[in-house]
């Protein structure tokens, strides 16, 4: 076969895909309470502790325990804005779009198959 004619990265050197942060898709996947509150807090840069249970309607244990879980699954980071605390959603980077071994190999092979045709 010959030495590869792309330049495609290997597999072995792929980077790994972060888990932390908020996919789109995990929206569908959440009950009711965090995927409302999560749509909610997207709209808006930060909010307080007061405003989610505000949007919520709950007691303050309720909230506290699902921005507690919404920041486990890093969702959500607390940040502190002039000594008050808030939260934000942590969006997910971009996933990079790895392309199978197979096609990397069927383009060498064309790749390697036109050059000896032009040779």
């Known amino acids: 076969m010959g030495r590869s004619l792309s330049n495609h990265p290997s597999p072995d050197l ?32 930060a909010v307080t502790f007061i405003e989610v249970m505000a949007f ?10 699902l921005l507690a879980e919404l920041r486990d699954r890093g969702f959500v980071r607390e940040i502190e804005v002039r000594g008050e605390r808030h939260y934000c959603v942590h969006m997910a980077s971009k ?5 199978s071994p197979i096609f ?16």
Not at 105 to 118: M, N, P
């Open 14 to 45: 792929e980077e790994p895909e972060s888990s932390t942060g908020l996919q789109p898709s995990d929206l569908l996947a959440l009950p009711q309470p965090q995927s409302s509150a999560l749509t909610w807090m997207i709209r808006r840069e």
């Open 56 to 65: 919520l309607g709950g007691e303050e244990g309720e909230t506290h325990a």
């Open 95 to 99: 996933r990079r779009r790895v392309l």
């Open 104 to 119: 990397w190999h069927a383009l060498d092979e064309d790749a390697e198959q036109g050059r000896e045709e032009q040779d």
